[in-house]
């Protein structure tokens, strides 16, 4: 399945975002396609608040991994960059398998640096910039459920 939309604002990125997080549901894996600026760390904040994670989202560029907690619902977002990784083979150093096998909701930027190591239940994310600051493209491909 494929979705596309296209958003005009910071605020419509995150609402789109939270829509796809109620629809997929927690444990969904998202790999975030875009250049740097494209509105990554935004969306991610509209998956957390879609899924009833109370957290101030920032970029993991420099810590690779920030994970995002909710007490009262005890569910988890994990937030990977993969920018500053060479690839694959490093996966091991950032605790990969584990972040896969926890069945938290993953969103990773960069997932090309993954190579062959996305999980085939993948939602693609793929996020362009448009002619106005704020406009962003989103196309979405989801496994058919």
């Known amino acids: 399945m494929t979705i596309e939309k296209a958003t005009h604002s910071v605020r419509e990125t995150q609402d789109f975002a939270a829509a ?12 975030l396609f875009g250049d740097l600026g494209a509105g990554k ?7 957390c608040a ?8 920032s970029s993991p560029t420099f810590a690779i991994a920030n994970e995002y907690r909710d007490p009262a619902t005890r569910r988890r977002v994990v937030h990977l960059d ?14 990969w398998d584990d972040y896969l096998e926890s ?3 993953m969103a990773v930027e960069w997932p090309e640096r993954a190579g062959d190591a996305l ?13 106005g600051e704020d406009d962003r493209f989103f ?5 058919d459920a």
């Not at 879609?50 to 989202?57: C, D, P």
């Not at 993969?82 to 605790?95: H, M, N, T």
């Open 103 to 105: 069945g938290d909701t």
């Open 82 to 95: 993969l920018y500053r990784l060479s690839g694959p083979a490093e996966l091991d150093s950032i605790g």
């Open 119 to 131: 999980p085939a239940a993948a939602i693609r994310v793929r996020i362009d910039r448009g002619p």
């Open 41 to 47: 760390t935004a969306f991610v904040a509209g998956l």
């Open 50 to 57: 879609g899924l009833g994670v109370r957290a101030t989202v």
């Open 20 to 31: 796809l997080a109620r629809r997929f549901g927690p444990g969904a894996f998202y790999a």
């Open 139 to 143: 196309s979405v491909d989801a496994p």
